[in-house]
């Protein structure tokens, strides 16, 4: 599915007035059951969704941009609309900015990968230079759906089994890129993404007397490894969007990439949010 296809024109609204962060979910809410996949769902349901999803941390991610989002049980399809505040109002967003700008997300609960890629994808189109300036000045529905989709064009699907496939271990010992390299891959199409807590060897060889005089542990080291199972057509892309963040991998310490192919493959592991 393409983001072009989820968004309905219907779920669209041009120059809000917004006073605060909860009239934005109460709008939200009745713009989002105006779509018949939430035709049989209560309001009041959307909105406690909302409203419980903001109380486990803010959707205003910064950049005077929202991303409200949920899951629901009774529903098996997406629902994402666009509502636009050029005034601006106060959404608790990370860096106290109002916020404009808001592109929801209501979600089957069963659906989390999709759900994740969806964010990745729309939290990336968000940060094209001018994007949001150009969406919240448009005046009309269309104009809005035009100058949204026209940012990304990617497809946005359940994985699918193939035998080609790739597994990438992204090894990241820099704990300021950390969040930025993972918030991109997770936008790759993928059938896996786990991220494990490492140690460095220096933890362990700094116990044995032999070699402990060579470190001193009493910091503990930033490191963590995220793996990724990719097909093999995407893997350019997702070490691409990894360099936009570190930088040139052949002269950069403290990432590091390696790519395997895979002889055998099997199952799925769901993300979880």
């Not at 035998?163 to 790759?188: N, Y």
């Not at 490894?225 to 040139?248: C, F, P, Q, Y």
């Amino acid at each position: 599915m393409k983001l072009a296809n989820i968004l309905k024109k219907e779920c669209i609204y041009a120059n809000a007035e917004i006073k605060s962060k909860n009239d934005a979910l109460k709008l939200i809410a009745n713009i989002a059951k105006k779509s018949p996949v939430l035709s049989s769902i209560d309001e009041q349901v959307i909105l406690k969704a909302l409203q419980d999803r903001e109380e486990l941390g803010t959707t205003g991610f910064g950049n005077s941009i929202a991303i409200p989002h949920c899951r629901l049980e009774s529903i098996t399809d997406f629902v994402i609309g666009i509502v636009t505040a050029p005034a601006g109002f106060d959404f608790d967003s990370t860096d106290k900015k109002k916020v404009r700008l808001m592109v929801f997300i209501i979600a089957p609960a069963n659906r989390s990968n999709e759900h994740v890629r969806l964010l990745s994808h729309i939290s990336q189109a968000l940060l094209t230079p001018g994007i949001i300036d150009e969406i919240v000045l448009q005046k009309t529905t269309d104009q809005i759906y035009q100058s949204f989709t026209g940012t990304s064009d990617v497809e946005v699907n359940a994985p699918e089994k193939a035998a080609s496939k790739s597994l990438i271990s992204i090894f990241v010992q820099d704990e300021d890129i950390f969040e930025p390299i993972l918030e991109k891959i997770a936008g790759i199409e993928s059938s896996s993404l786990v991220v494990l807590t490492s140690e460095n060897a220096s933890v362990y060889l700094s116990r044995i007397p032999l070699f402990a005089s060579f470190w001193n542990n009493d910091k503990d080291e930033f490191s963590r490894m995220v793996i990724a199972i990719v097909d093999k057509g995407l893997v350019n892309e997702t070490i691409r969007r990894i360099e936009s963040i570190a930088g040139d991998l052949s002269g950069r310490s403290g990432v590091m990439v390696v790519v395997q192919e895979i002889s055998y493959f099997a199952g799925e592991l769901n993300a979880k949010m």
